[in-house]
């Protein structure tokens, strides 16, 4: 079986390494970017079709990023990243919505893991 591609795309590229180390450690291959227009490139460049993304609905084009994902993958799940009191955005479809922490190095990789594991029905976490 192909490990699943997870894009991950969230300005705070600290959190973004821990989350994406995280999912590679869970034998996901993790593509980070910092922003929508880096993550569409690197989608391009790289030749992936991305199974999940996980998304911060506060960056700019987020809804446009999801819907040019889904016209190449129309199976592809959605994780948006919100924040305490931030509105979720509007990124269409099937979106499952997750809470970024305010301090994500204080918590535990597993908390990250069920959800995309869930998602993607998959069982490779250990």
């Not at 996901?28 to 922003?35: D, E, L, Q, W």
């Not at 609905?57 to 199976?75: F, I, M, Q, T, Y």
């Not at 535990?108 to 998959?122: C, I, K, Q, T, V």
């Amino acid at each position: 079986m192909d490990a699943k591609v997870v894009l991950i795309v969230d300005s705070d590229l600290g959190f973004v390494f821990w989350l994406g180390q995280a999912l590679q450690r869970a034998k996901y291959v993790a593509v980070p970017a910092r922003t929508c227009p880096d993550a569409i490139s690197l989608v391009s460049e790289l030749k992936i079709d991305p199974d999940l993304l996980i998304v911060n609905v506060a960056l700019p084009d987020a809804a446009g990023l999801a819907e040019s994902l889904r016209r190449s993958n129309p199976r592809l799940k959605v994780i948006a990243l919100v924040e305490r009191g931030q509105e979720s955005g509007a990124l269409g479809g099937n979106v499952a919505l997750k809470f970024k922490p305010a301090a994500w190095e204080d918590v535990s990789p597993l908390e990250w893991l069920g959800l995309p594991a869930a998602l993607l029905d998959d069982s490779l976490i250990h």
